[in-house]
């Protein structure tokens, strides 16, 4: 049985004060076992929202990583950075990223490949364009995003996949329980065919995009659906609804 993994992408917003004071606001409503609940902060939030968040069930991540080392990289952070400050997760290919910074899926896959190294869990995103989906290419597009970003890795269940089609993101249209399903087991069985049966069954595969305190249940009951990553509603107390689904 996969567990749910429900993570809040916060994108750049909330300055560190604002982080601490949400954090403090919200934490103890959503710190339960029932389900893994991560927060993405800014980066210059990261260390203060790890302490705030010691002692509860609740992990922090970080909203992208270098697959660098370390070394001449201005503005970058390193996976090693990620885990020194605590954090256990990384967001990985984020559409706004591939949109506005050019990631392709050879640097998601060198980014998924060195968060794995360095013991964290990238939450690796895929997702189509409407103009995509108009054409009847998004099948296509999200195989190749999903068995690109996985390359050389060695137990694709140690990757959270987040399906988030870029027409859904940030939209208010969210994709359909139907739409989201379907995509979430096309995406386990192009897993399955690369890699088995077994690591299908296994792997945790997210959907994002206009997730809402009001849709969230209906996503997130559908059997290939194992959690949410969700931007705009976790910056508010509908997080808390959404965690308790
Ligand atoms: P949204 O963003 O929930 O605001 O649509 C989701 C995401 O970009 O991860």
Redesign the pocket.
Known sequence: MRKKIIAG?W?MNNTLAESVAFINEIKAEIDTEEVDVVVCPNALSTVSVVNLLEGTNIATGVQNVSAENKGAFTGETSAEMVVAAGAKYA?VG???RRQQHNETNQMVNLKVLKCLEKGVTPIM?VGETLEQRQQDMHFIHIRLQVEEGLKKVENPASVVI?Y?PIW?????V?ATEKEAEEMCKYIRNVVAGVFSQRDAEAVRIQY?????KDNAKTILNMPNIDGA??????LKRDFIDIVHF
């Open positions: 992408n994108k967001i984020h559409s706004e995103c987040a988030e859904a993101i940030g939209t208010g969210c994002g995009g206009s997730v809402t990553l969700v931007g705009g509603a976790s």
